[in-house]
């Protein structure tokens, strides 16, 4: 099935988040690759996804899982050969996914022969390309991102006994962006990978591209002007791609990312994340509905990106201080779950493996104006390992079925890239994908029809959004509505069972229809309308008038 | 559809008991929570903590008090589910809707006060007219129904009222697992003499509890000591309505309930009238009177007293100089010995009118009321109070002159001496008080 | 003419020992039922007398200040009084009942307004019992409310009161008892009136400043002198 040349697909995507490096491994040493994960792509298919949004997966050294790339034009040899990556693409695209690599633009890793010339001397043509400086007192008001290892922005060369500037860690110096040639070699870079047929990029860490002196270098106009400038030779050459923002900021501050719709398609909606989180464990709809009231309104051909988890740790940067121990004390009593002003876990242990919860999480993640991303593993539960290093206790292999390394890999499981999770109630003999199948109501099978049901109509990935607020908090209400399409999505966030009394008179005479089950509830009258759940329990109702 | 209010309630209720004398609090009386009302606290649903607040033509002060409240909440008790539930008495000038226009929820975005979640106001009114008995069941109800593990009542004219009361209020109660927080001021020693006089001696020496401020407007108290005193007997005999703060406080003592003091800062002063008096001991003294009577085999047991724990630095005692009209006190007091001289005569002992008879036309500077005579006066008025010898609402009205006297005795006694002085002086009366209580309960057993 | 005296006599005293053994049975009747008739006032004392104590009715009528009245009409207590008037009263009926057995022609009607004026008393006798309850009970509640006033004179207010409320309640006896039931009530309306036009008068001018620092506590709310200066107990 060919891929639709709707320009504006993504807005209709369902994205999949994957590392391929864990997701299914084909040679067995132990990693994974391309072709692992091209031999994946029917249950991809199967699952509902129409977009799978790549890790790094460029030669690397491997300090920073990937990004901290040492070579922009190649596929890093664990992983394959650019060749298993073209075909792989191809696979895809012939089941209609599109494909999505990640690209960052602001640093390499200090092992990339750009660095290692420029480092080599002060006078190689290649010193420019990196920021330095003698002293470690420039750019004072830029914050440190990577509170729990980095205690400055600047590192020493010894080689070439001066400074760096890294935003990230030591070991990935910042790219010059002050400097032309930089700013052409990077467009290489994407023409290269685009002209292979890749949809679209993420591009990583972009509120940090530019350094000026007095500022706290984040979101610099000289920034946006270069980004406008590769989103406009990327839609010169390669109309209907697509380009992802990543930057933790607030939405006032996201806003300029969309530019007057020549900017970037589109950029993760960071701080509405932990506030699901929050909602939910206060029982209360307050913090969704206040930062979706704070969301700017963005042009009509962007599109927020919206997830529950990923690969990070669920940042908690864009809270208060008050709501930041809130969050620590209710999802993250061990100081181990803590990282950067994070919580390090994955979706189920979050929500303590609670089904109801989990796929009332999704439904919102399904039904809010936005386009959902699945981090790889959370369809079917799957847990986390703390006890690993840094971020990759999220990062573990996926579990396919409860026998050999899970059917990850066919190595000896010393062998394997990380260690398999293994408790009793995660471990992959008792979470993975084959057993699911084979299980009616399993979590898998009900993602998929969500999925399912969350592309049957436009209102969601293209509908407005208009809150109810009925006098119980605990509900939150809204409809979406894309035409003479309109759909309402009543969430209880509470843990036990409520009765609420929503204001739909504009809709009166409407006979609702629960979109799961397909069944009529009675029509829209002039009284409130009444509506009682379960704990955690969310309706989506379509509108319809007879 | 329709939530209909009263058929979701009546599950709540248990059945009438067939054919008894006491009935249980029926929540489906026709006009005692609305379905407005009801279907509010639906709404809100279960909380931690609740605030009531009656009300009555406050607009002027309502709003800056519940401001004053949520930033209070939001302080000290960030992450708990709270309420402020506002009873009116028919007020005709919007304060109710003063009271539900700053609720912070996320209808009105545009609050200043930051808060992690919704903090509802909500608003009912219980009656054309302000009756406070009626105001505190409909806030005893709403914190039953919504299971409220620690409540408070405020006074909607305190302008003295500080953020931290909340807290001070609501900690014992939540931390601590205390049951009934009162609380203790800073005074001038001229005022509330009522209650150092006679309701915090009196109680005092009968219950054994020393609670300083046993009638207030602001106090605290936990989920279970609302819902036992509610499901008491007693909402429908008419007198409801006066005292029901005094009431409360002996139920929780004679409940065996914990009980403590919490020290808020200083007391609003009430504008001051002479016709105050009266009401003022209907409200307090009759009820007291009245409930010895079931309480007797409680009280008839006690010995001594016991101090409850107290936080803060217990009451304080402003000694600013304030002028009180002497002169008329003590024309109101020999007056009234004059004149209810047939009215006493059935009260009091012959003994006690004579002694009063003698000090009554004393010249100002010999006049003297003592405490002994007062604790005298005080016991017998309870035990005639007992045995209606004469209307009971007429003998409260005649204890008023008699106060006076003593209440002019009290000043003058105080009138240079320090705050540990005017401290040690109560004490003093407190003794005396429990010195005779023999003297009461002989006079009660004898003529039954 | 001795046999027409004698045959005269003889049949006048025939005439008589007939009449008379006409007469007899009833007497003997009346004198039955009044037996009886005292059995069962007695009976009917003892019983009230039990009931009265119950209700402790005695206090009652100390309260209405009845007791303080039959003292100084050394009379027993209020529960006696009424038992033993109870008695006399159904023994009294009952032999009248007797009494209209003998057939005495004139005194008949006389039993029966008699009867008839029974159930009046009684209702005349409630309305001063509660009457006077009721003008002890106001004539205290005017004492006290005037005392914590401070309003001058507060016995006179009071005893004014009382004998008001007496007054009328025994203008209504009378006219329930339909004893100069006019007469009584045109006294009354003439007693009344004259002491509200007085009364009038003398606020009026005389009371001037009285009615107006009434009038202004009232009505004003202004804080005057003395309330600025009182305690507040609470």
Not at chain 2, 174 to 191: A, I, M, N
Request: with cysteine; proline share 5%; hydrophobic share 45%.
């Amino acid at each position: 099935m060919p891929v639709n040349t709707d320009a504006l697909w993504y807005k209709d995507a369902i994205i999949y988040q994957v590392h391929v490096r864990t997701f299914h491994d084909s040679n067995g040493d132990g990693i994974g690759d391309f072709q692992g994960l091209e031999q994946k792509l029917d249950y991809l298919h199967e699952l509902g996804v129409s977009a799978i949004w790549l890790m790094p997966f460029f030669p690397s050294p491997l300090r920073d899982d990937g990004y901290d790339i040492a070579d922009y034009n190649a596929v890093h040899s664990s992983y394959g050969t650019l060749e298993d990556f073209h075909k792989f693409l191809d696979s895809a695209h012939q089941r209609g996914i599109r494909v999505i690599i990640e690209l960052v633009l602001n640093h390499t890793s200090d092992q990339h022969p750009w660095f290692q010339e420029a480092q080599s001397s002060q006078n190689n043509p290649r010193r420019d390309w990196y920021v330095w400086s003698d002293t470690e007192i420039r750019y004072q008001a830029a914050r440190i991102i990577f509170l729990d290892t980095e205690k400055s922005n600047w590192a020493w060369d010894p080689i070439s006994k001066s400074f760096y500037w890294h935003r990230f860690f030591s070991h990935q110096p910042d790219l010059n962006y002050d400097n032309p040639a930089v700013r052409e070699q990077m467009w290489n870079v994407m023409k290269f990978w685009l002209e292979m047929g890749v949809d679209g990029f993420r591009l990583d860490a972009v509120p940090y591209l530019v350094e000026r002196e007095g500022t706290n270098c984040e979101n610099l106009p000289e920034t946006h002007h270069i980004l406008k400038e590769l989103r406009r030779k990327a839609d010169e050459q390669f109309p209907g791609r697509m380009l992802l923002a990543e930057a933790n900021q607030w939405p006032a501050d996201l806003r300029p990312y969309f530019g007057d719709g020549d900017e970037f398609h589109m950029a993760f909606h960071f701080p509405l994340m932990p506030r699901m989180f929050m909602g939910l464990k206060l029982e209360d709809r307050k913090p969704i509905t206040e930062i979706l009231h704070q969301t700017p309104e963005i042009p009509p051909s962007c599109q927020w990106s919206l997830f529950l988890r990923n690969h990070d740790e669920l940042t908690l940067e864009m809270v208060t201080d008050i709501e930041r121990d809130y969050m620590y004390d209710m999802y993250a009593e061990s100081k181990m779950m803590r990282l950067n002003l994070g919580i390090r876990r994955r979706l189920a242990p979050l929500l303590n493996n609670d089904r109801r919860r989990i796929e009332l999480m999704n439904g919102m993640l399904m039904s809010l104006p936005g386009t959902p991303i699945i981090y790889y593993g959370d369809e079917i539960g799957m847990g986390d390992n703390i006890s690993l290093g840094d971020r990759n206790g999220v990062r573990t292999p996926m579990q396919w079925s409860g026998g050999w390394n899970s059917g990850f890999s066919v190595a000896e499981p010393e062998r394997l890239c990380a260690p398999l999770i293994q408790d009793p109630v995660y471990g992959y003999p008792a979470v993975n994908v084959l057993s699911q199948k084979e299980s009616e109501h399993s979590l898998l099978h009900w993602m998929q029809r969500i999925i399912a049901i969350r592309r049957s109509t436009g209102a969601f990935s293209r509908g407005s959004i208009d809150f109810l607020y009925p006098a119980n908090h605990r509900i939150l209400a809204y409809l979406r509505q894309l035409g003479r399409e309109t759909v309402l999505v009543v969430n209880n966030l509470s843990s036990t069972a409520q009765a609420v009394e929503l204001d739909l008179r504009p809709y009166k005479g409407n006979i609702l229809i629960e979109m799961f089950g397909n069944n009529i509830f009675p029509r829209v009258g002039d009284l409130p309308y009444l509506l009682t759940l379960g704990p955690y329990q969310f309706f989506w109702f379509r509108l319809r008038r007879v | 559809m329709t939530l209909d209010g009263r058929s979701a309630v009546t599950s709540l209720v248990s059945p009438r008991r067939a054919g008894g004398i006491h009935t249980e609090l029926k929540l489906e009386d026709e006009t005692f929570l609305t379905d407005d009302f009801l279907r509010q606290l639906i709404n809100v649903g279960e909380v931690d903590i609740l605030v009531g607040l009656p009300t009555h033509n406050n607009a002027k002060t309502i709003r800056s008090i519940v401001q004053t409240i949520q930033s209070g909440i939001l302080q000290a008790f960030p992450r708990e589910r709270a309420v402020i539930i506002n009873a009116d008495g028919g007020s005709r000038d919007g304060t109710p809707e003063l009271v539900t226009g700053i609720s912070i929820d996320d209808v009105r975005p545009t609050s200043n006060l930051y808060a992690l979640r919704t903090l509802h106001s909500i608003s009912t009114k219980y009656g054309s007219t302000p009756a406070t008995g009626v105001a505190l069941r409909t806030i005893l109800a709403a914190a039953d129904l919504l299971r409220a593990k620690a409540c408070i009542v405020m006074f909607p004219e305190s302008a003295t009222i500080e953020s931290e009361w909340v807290s001070k209020l609501v900690r014992p109660i939540y931390r601590d697992g205390f049951d009934l927080v009162t609380p203790t001021y800073r005074r001038h020693k001229s005022e509330g003499l009522l209650l150092t006089n006679l309701l915090y001696p009196m109680i005092r020496a009968l219950y054994g509890v020393r609670i300083r401020e046993p009638y207030t407007a602001e106090f605290g108290f936990s989920g279970r000591l609302g819902s036992h005193f509610l499901n008491q007997n007693g909402w429908n005999d008419g007198t409801s309505g006066a005292g029901v703060e005094l009431r409360f406080t002996l139920a929780a003592i004679t409940g065996g309930y914990r009980i403590c003091q919490s020290f808020l800062g200083e007391k609003e002063r009430v504008e001051r009238r002479g016709a105050d008096l009266v009401p003022a001991l209907r409200q307090t003294v009759g009820p007291l009177f009245s409930a010895l009577e079931s309480d007797f085999p409680v009280w008839s047991l006690v010995t001594g007293s016991q101090p409850v724990p107290t936080t803060g630095n217990g009451p304080e005692v402003l000694l600013e100089p304030m002028r009180v009209n002497r002169k008329r006190l003590r024309e109101m007091f020999s007056n009234g010995v004059a004149e209810l001289n047939s009215v006493f005569q059935l009260i009091l002992s012959p003994s006690t009118l004579a002694e009063l008879q003698r000090i009554a036309p004393l010249g100002e500077d010999e006049f003297r009321y003592p405490a002994e005579l007062w604790v005298r006066t005080v016991y017998e008025f309870a035990a005639s109070f007992q045995k209606s010898v004469i209307s009971r609402d007429h003998t409260i009205q005649a204890l008023a002159p008699l106060f006076r006297g003593r209440a002019l005795t009290f000043l003058i006694e105080n009138r240079n001496a320090s705050a540990k002085e005017v401290e040690d002086n109560i004490e003093g009366l407190c003794l005396e008080f429990e010195r005779l209580k023999p003297y009461l309960l002989q006079m009660w057993k004898s003529r039954e | 003419m001795r046999e027409m005296i004698i045959s005269e006599l003889t049949q006048a005293l025939h005439e008589l020992a007939r009449d008379f053994a006409h007469f007899l049975p009833r007497l003997i009747v009346m004198l039955i039922l009044a037996f009886l008739g005292w059995v069962i006032a007695y009976v009917a004392k003892v019983v009230l007398r039990s009931i009265l104590r119950l209700i402790n009715f005695d206090k009652l009528s100390e309260n209405a200040g009845a007791s303080q009245l039959l003292t100084k009409a050394d009379l027993p207590s209020a529960t006696e009084v009424l038992s033993r008037f109870v008695f006399w009263v159904a023994w009294l009926g009952f032999i009248l009942l007797g009494v209209s057995v003998l057939g005495i022609l004139g005194l008949q009607e006389q039993i029966t307004k008699f009867f008839l004026f029974l159930p009046r008393l009684f209702v005349a006798l409630f309305i001063v019992f509660v009457g006077l309850l009721a003008a002890t009970f106001f004539s205290r509640a005017a004492l006290l409310a005037a005392v914590n006033a401070n309003v001058p004179s507060p016995r006179v207010l009071s005893a004014a009161i009382r004998s008001i409320i007496i007054a009328f309640i025994l203008s209504i006896a009378f006219e329930e008892l339909g004893l100069a039931e006019e007469t009584m009530l045109v006294a009354f309306g003439i007693a009344f009136g004259a002491l509200m036009l007085g009364l009038a008068i003398a606020f009026g001018i005389g009371g001037r400043d009285l009615a107006r620092r009434f009038l202004e506590e009232r009505f004003v709310r202004r804080k005057n002198e003395e309330n600025e200066d009182e305690l507040s107990p609470l």
